[in-house]
Nanobody
Framework: VQLQASGGGLVQAGGSLRLSCAAS????????MGWFRQAPGNEREFVAA????????YYADSVKGRFTISRDNAKNTVYLQMNSLKLEDTAVYYC??????????????????WGQGTEVTVSS
């Protein structure tokens, strides 16, 4: 599978953005999907993950209650709805996938397929 992230941009604090990650191939539903982000000078950090059927979702504490991850297996796409954005949400956001992951969804090394990243800038 190959991943293409989109939807980033410049938004004021308190605003919203929806990121999308489109996957190629016909086996999208086999993959656990995750979103990670990396700000300049910082390590890559977990944002959210969703299991293959979409039945379970996981969030970093820093985004819980503000971000929502979802997927549409018919469209081979995973989404990240980001509301109430804060300055500290500024980062490059990456979608990731793994066919065999069965836990530890917050560990970026567990994902073997990565998109190219989409930049999110939150201004005051």
């Amino acid at each position: 599978v190959q991943l293409q992230a989109s939807g980033g941009g410049l938004v004021q604090a308190g605003g919203s953005l929806r990121l999308s990650c489109a996957a190629s191939g016909r086996t999208f539903s086999r993959y656990v999907m995750g979103w990670f982000r990396q700000a300049p000078g910082n390590e890559r950090e977990f944002v959210a993950a969703i299991t293959r059927s979409g039945g379970n979702t996981y969030y970093a504490d820093s985004v819980k209650g503000r971000f929502t991850i979802s997927r549409d297996n018919a469209k081979n796409t995973v989404y990240l709805q980001m509301n109430s954005l804060k300055l500290e949400d500024t980062a490059v956001y990456y979608c990731a996938a793994d066919e065999y992951l069965a836990g530890n969804y917050a560990v970026w090394r567990g994902y073997n397929v990565w998109g190219q990243g989409t930049e999110v800038t939150v201004s005051s």
